[in-house]
Structures are given as C-alpha cells and as structure tokens.
C-alpha cells in the first residue's frame, strides 16, 4: 500500500489533552473514544483480573500495550477497533501483567511499549507501531514471523521530494555524517538520479569538525537533509547547525518530528489512519496464519 505522508511545522503539535478534560467534555453515551477512555480508566484502577474474561467468548484476542499517552494510545486504540470491527477484541496490557499468553499479537505503541513487553514475554506475537526502523530492524530480522513492525518514519527519497516541494528550483542536496553514519545515505543517493536531484555527503567525525563541514555544505546544497543520525543532529548540536544554516537563508529537512520541534523547517510523516490500516492487514494476516511478516508502512 502506497501511503502518502504529510508534512507538518513546528507550530502544529502532536494529540495532547488532559485526560479528565477529555473526558468531561464529550457526551459519554454518544462518543465513542470517550467508553474507550473510561475503559482504560478503569483498567488502571481495577485489581489484576483475566483480561480474556473481558471479552466475548470465541473472539479473536488482540493485546494492545499503550505508550503511557493516554491521548494517543486513545486515539490508535479508537482507529484500531473501528478497523477491526467484529473481527477481534482489543485487550489493554496492564504493566503488572507479567504472564501474557503467545496465542494471540500483541500491539505495541511506541518503543518503550514494545521493550516492555520483549521483557515480559521474548515468544509472544508483537506488531510495533510507532517506532522507528533503525529501532525495530534488528528485532524483526532476528525474529521473522514473531517481531513486525509498521515504521513511523518515512524514507529519506520521501523527505528529499518534501524539500524539492518548498523549494521546487532545488537541485543539490547537502547530507552530513560522520565516517560510521554515511552508509544512512548510500540508497538515497542512487534514488535521486530518477528525480533530477544529486546529493554528496558531508563528513564531520568531531564537534570540532563539524560546522566547517556544514558551511561547505551549505554551499553546495540548495537545502540539508537530515537523517536519524545521533552522531550529527543530537540535543548538543542540533541549534548550532539550525543557527548556521538559517543564518545563510538555507533550509533544513528532517526526519521526524522530533526534529521540527527543534527547529527543523519541515518532515514528511504517516498519518494515524494509514499506520492503522495497515496494522489491521497484519493482524488478520497473523490471525489467519499465525504468523507476522516483516512491515512497512510505505517505501
């Protein structure tokens, strides 16, 4: 399935309200998200209880682990029941819930959610979500069939055709790395060719390195792509490289959110709706199966 990203800036902000606001501001008996968010209220109070007993007898048990966000585990939670409909029941995981059986996949929002859950049962069933594939990669290719994922970030040729789209005139893309991250660019850099676009790589190996190394980019590239690469755009470095670039009135792309906060222009992303419809593909593959394949959202 081809899913088209979204682009967003740094005044847009993720799903983020109160839980009891949430709460008091729907008519319970017509919404809902808002049964679904009692329902999670409620499991955080209720003693340790057979989960499965909350459910129909004979329906297909999915275990869903949220990411501590209540809004956002809401809201997946929501898009998941309405895809699956009649087709299985969601069953919240509680973090004392140590024992989870591995009949059923198990899925998970967000990195930590998934970590936790590795911890607590390394045989069960587990669809990721909202994980990156430098994250969830290793996972899935030591364990086909048992790890999947559906990645929340989106190829560095997508982000690339974003800044090609503010800035159409764009030819040259300016990449930094350091000598052990430059392979994050090698299939990016093949890709360009079908596009008009060329690209070279920047490397800076040391703090001290590195904004020499991106005022030479700077003016090679008519914007700097930026990867998921710790070593270059990390909390330490990443106002310094803004700060250099928007200085020479040159525009930075980024690979996620994360980095729009910080200042980053722009960043293509998967919107909720397309990350669960293709969740619910792999779960009905498992259920008819049992087995997870390897995902990914878009490519």
């Not at 929501?78 to 995981?93: H, K, M, N, Y």
């Not at 899935?140 to 800035?167: E, F, H, K, N």
């Not at 020499?212 to 008519?222: I, Q, W």
């Not at 729009?260 to 722009?266: R, S, W």
């Amino acid at each position: 399935m081809d899913v088209t990203p979204r682009s967003f800036t740094n005044r847009d902000g993720m799903i983020s309200s109160k839980f009891a606001e949430f709460i008091q501001s729907y008519n319970v008996q017509r919404r809902p998200s808002v049964r679904l968010a009692l329902f999670w209220l409620l499991l955080s109070i209720l003693p340790s209880t057979s989960y499965s007993q909350m459910s129909e007898p004979g329906a297909n048990v999915i275990y869903i682990a949220g990411s501590g966000n209540k809004a956002l585990d809401l809201h997946i939670t929501r898009l998941l029941t309405d895809e699956l409909g009649d087709e299985a029941s969601l069953v919240p995981v509680r973090d004392d819930q140590s024992m989870i059986g591995t009949d059923s996949p198990i899925v998970t929002i967000g990195p930590v959610a998934f970590s936790k859950i590795r911890q607590m049962n390394r045989d069960a069933p587990i669809l990721a979500l909202m994980v990156e594939k430098t994250f969830i990669q290793s996972y899935a290719t030591r364990s086909p069939g048992q790890v999947s994922a559906i990645y929340y970030d989106v190829p560095l040729l997508r982000q690339a055709l974003t800044g090609t789209t503010i800035l159409p005139q764009a030819t040259q893309i300016a990449l930094l790395a350091s000598t052990e991250t430059v392979e994050l660019y090698e299939d990016l850099i093949d890709q360009l060719a079908a596009y008009n676009l060329r690209a070279r790589v920047f490397i800076a190996d040391s703090d001290e390195q590195l904004i020499p190394t991106l005022v030479r980019a700077l003016t090679y590239g008519d914007f700097v792509l930026a990867a998921s690469d710790d070593a270059i755009y990390n909390p330490r470095n990443i106002k310094h490289i803004l700060l250099t670039a928007y200085r020479r009135n040159k525009i930075v792309i980024g690979p996620s959110q994360a980095y729009v906060k910080a200042g980053v222009l722009a960043s293509s992303y998967a919107p909720f709706p397309a990350i669960v419809e293709k969740a619910g593909t792999y779960v009905r593959a498992f259920l008819a199966e049992q087995s997870l394949s390897r995902a990914r959202l878009s490519g």
